[in-house]
């Protein structure tokens, strides 16, 4: 593990490679698992808030899910999540283009509709964050669906701590970025 400030990043996201490939994947991340993306506690007000920009973006199952359930969700552990489809297929935010899931939250936001991107641990994605009283662990999370991702970040030499670039600062700033690069530099060159 190497110490950035208040965080305990994972030796794999300065060693694995990835970049989405969504060609590729077609968005499986939001499609598949057990439960929705992990939120933050500040995230859920601006979910509440945001809610009626990106409604015109989301599928009507999407939006029949958020109006059952509401804008988030505690899941089976508990955990603060966005809602899914059926309780265990796709995220209600997915949007699709061109059969690929796309985050509806995101369109708006690339539509210039809000000020928010999406969840972070969407953004950080393939980073899970564990968050501790006194500080945060980085993990970077294995998925065969993103068997794609690790092939193309190895093919193009991206380090998962360099795709993850913008949600990192925007996570913990440019501060924090800027010691953990040259960290991973001084751990290549063997310093």
């Not at 935010?93 to 995101?106: F, L, P, Q, R, T």
Request: aromatic share 10%; net charge negative.
């Amino acid at each position: 593990m190497l110490e950035v400030q208040k965080t305990l990043v994972h030796e794999d996201v300065l060693s694995e490679s990835f970049v989405c490939n969504l060609d590729k994947c077609k968005g499986a991340c939001c499609v598949e698992g057990d439960s929705g993306a992990p939120l933050e506690m500040t995230e859920l007000k601006i979910l509440e808030e945001i809610y009626p920009l990106v409604k015109p973006y989301m599928t009507e199952k999407g939006i029949e899910t958020i109006e059952r359930t509401g804008t988030w969700v505690k899941d089976f552990e508990g955990d603060l999540t966005t809602p899914c489809i059926d309780d265990n297929k796709e995220c209600a935010y997915v949007m699709w283009e061109n059969g690929i899931s796309k985050c509806a939250i995101e369109k708006a936001y690339l539509d210039g509709k809000t000020h928010w991107k999406k969840p972070i641990s969407c953004h950080l994605y393939p980073i899970r964050i564990t968050a501790y009283p006194q500080f945060d662990v980085l993990n970077y999370d294995r998925w065969h669906i993103c068997k794609p991702a690790c092939a193309f970040g190895k093919e193009l030499k991206v380090p998962v701590y360099r795709f993850l670039k913008e949600p990192l600062i925007r996570k913990y700033g440019e501060e924090w970025y800027t010691e953990l690069e040259t960290s991973a530099e001084e751990l290549a060159k063997g310093i």
